[in-house]
């Protein structure tokens, strides 16, 4: 389940995507806000409506890619 403020995220990123011709959006929030959650709920919406192939994410360590790739997942 989303938070009040990723929920109202992800519907700011999907209503950019699909009403203008940008492809990139921010978020910032502090360590442990769930960017990571909210970003993995923007791609599987992404995916579902056939509007991206991949994701490709970048971290500073293997063990956040660890826990990015368990979120995404």
């Given at each position: 389940?989303?938070?009040?403020?990723?929920?109202?995220?992800?519907?700011?990123?999907?209503?950019?995507?699909?009403?203008?011709s940008h492809?990139?959006?921010f978020c910032q929030a502090?360590?442990?806000?769930g960017k990571?959650?909210?970003?993995?709920?923007?791609?599987?919406?992404?995916?579902e409506n056939d509007m991206i192939d991949l994701v490709l994410c970048f971290s500073p360590s293997l063990s956040v890619a660890e826990g990015m790739r368990s979120t995404f997942s």
């Amino acid at each position: 389940m989303l938070r009040v403020w990723q929920s109202e995220c992800v519907t700011q990123v999907l209503k950019k995507f699909t009403s203008t011709s940008h492809s990139h959006f921010f978020c910032q929030a502090t360590p442990g806000a769930g960017k990571t959650v909210m970003a993995a709920e923007v791609a599987k919406r992404l995916f579902e409506n056939d509007m991206i192939d991949l994701v490709l994410c970048f971290s500073p360590s293997l063990s956040v890619a660890e826990g990015m790739r368990s979120t995404f997942s």
